[in-house]
């Protein structure tokens, strides 16, 4: 990678990169505390649909990381944005939490369960069955099926939570229909995310825990990739994808000194 640009700009998840479990993972504050102090451009990214930059952004400065509102992009505004560019004004039947109805709302989006344009699955602790039938109902009945993200399983201090790609499944066998994910690793939201902050993509940086969200995500948008191992991909894992990040590290600690 040593003909690539400087990096002027940088994107990072935030579930196995800044935090885990609720609690800063070391290097975490100081590397944010450098991004402010550089004036770079960057995003803290999340496939997380269920909360709103704003909810983020007062979770995250209550575990000592002050990420500016601006500054958060989730799977939920990527949604919005897709559903936006495609189809202004129009109308969706919405299982999630308050980030997507939020995004949406914002957007212009009419919530609706009558002949809606669009069903959108997002991430929510409280899935109902009675949800997911009308959900396949709506799809069976002409509504295109979109989902914020395709991680099937999610964190928690108990263990891993069933999650939107678990669900998205369970309707996509009901009914036949693929959901178009519009989260990490669709690199529509890495760029869309760019052109939030008016990044350019040769002189940018994704740093992730997985291989298959972060790092892809990052290759497929053009930018320098980082694989932390403080997350989900442990170093015996890399060897089993076939492409590669540009560089591994322990945590968010070694890439202070980068910014």
Do not use: C
Request: hydrophobic fraction near 40%.
């Amino acid at each position: 990678m040593a003909d690539r640009k400087p990096i002027d700009s940088w994107l990072t998840d935030m579930d196995g990169v800044l935090i885990h479990e609720g609690v800063p993972i070391p290097g975490a504050d100081a590397f944010i505390k450098k991004l402010r102090e550089s004036g770079k451009p960057f995003l803290v990214l999340t496939n997380n649909s269920i909360y709103t930059p704003r909810d983020l952004h007062a979770r995250l400065l209550r575990m000592g990381l002050d990420v500016p509102v601006d500054n958060i992009w989730t799977s939920a505004l990527a949604t919005a944005k897709f559903l936006d560019d495609q189809r202004p004004g129009g109308t969706a039947y919405v299982i999630g939490e308050a980030g997507l109805t939020t995004a949406l709302h914002d957007v212009g989006y009419i919530l609706t369960d009558h002949e809606p344009d669009y069903v959108v699955l997002g991430e929510t602790r409280t899935y109902s069955f009675e949800a997911m039938t009308k959900a396949v109902r709506l799809i069976e009945g002409g509504a295109r099926f979109i989902a914020t993200n395709p991680d099937e399983t999610g964190p928690s201090a108990e263990g891993p939570l069933p999650a939107t790609g678990a669900v998205a499944a369970l309707i996509t066998k009901a009914t036949g229909r693929k959901p178009y994910f519009a989260g990490k690793p669709n690199p529509l939201m890495m760029r869309t995310g760019l052109n939030a902050i008016g990044a350019h993509s040769e002189t940018s940086a994704m740093i992730g825990d997985r291989m298959d969200t972060d790092v892809l995500a990052g290759i497929e948008a053009g930018m320098q990739t980082f694989l932390v191992l403080t997350g989900l991909t442990g170093p015996d894992q890399v060897e089993n994808f076939p492409y590669r990040p540009s560089k591994i590290v322990n945590s968010i600690a070694d890439l202070v000194d980068r910014v």
